[in-house]
Nanobody, 113 residues
Framework: QVQLVESGGGLVQPGGSLRLSCAVS?????????MGWYRQAPGKQREQVAI???????NYPDPVKGRFTISRDNAKNAVYLQMDNLKPEDTAVYYC??????WGQGTQVSVSS
């Protein structure tokens, strides 16, 4: 059974950058069609922030487009989320997710001066 473990969260000032990692175990990421990153802020619904399909298709919602980049490394069996020019409204718990599969436990990202 596939398991996902996120890391890389933390506290950063506005305009800063973070790189989140999602380690995949129990299966090869090479065989997983769609991986994604989602986030949930306090009092809000969980929302998608990035999708990476094995076909190469990428998808970002407007609030993060141009600032966030999702990538996968088949050799390391991992998925990454590079977040640049972070804003206070990016503060949330970030989750890695296999489409139609498991979720990770989440990693906290806080953007504040």
């Amino acid at each position: 059974q596939v398991q996902l473990v996120e890391s890389g969260g933390g506290l950063v000032q506005p305009g800063g950058s973070l790189r989140l990692s999602c380690a995949v175990s129990g299966g090869s990421i090479f065989s997983i069609d769609i991986m994604g990153w989602y986030r949930q802020a306090p009092g809000k619904q969980r929302e998608q922030v990035a999708i990476n399909a094995s076909s190469g298709r990428l998808n970002y919602p407007d609030p993060v487009k141009g600032r966030f980049t999702i990538s996968r490394d088949n050799a390391k069996n991992a998925v990454y989320l590079q977040m640049d020019n972070l804003k206070p409204e990016d503060t949330a718990v970030y989750y890695c997710h296999q489409y139609m599969g498991p979720w990770g436990q989440g990693t906290q990202v806080s953007v504040s001066s």
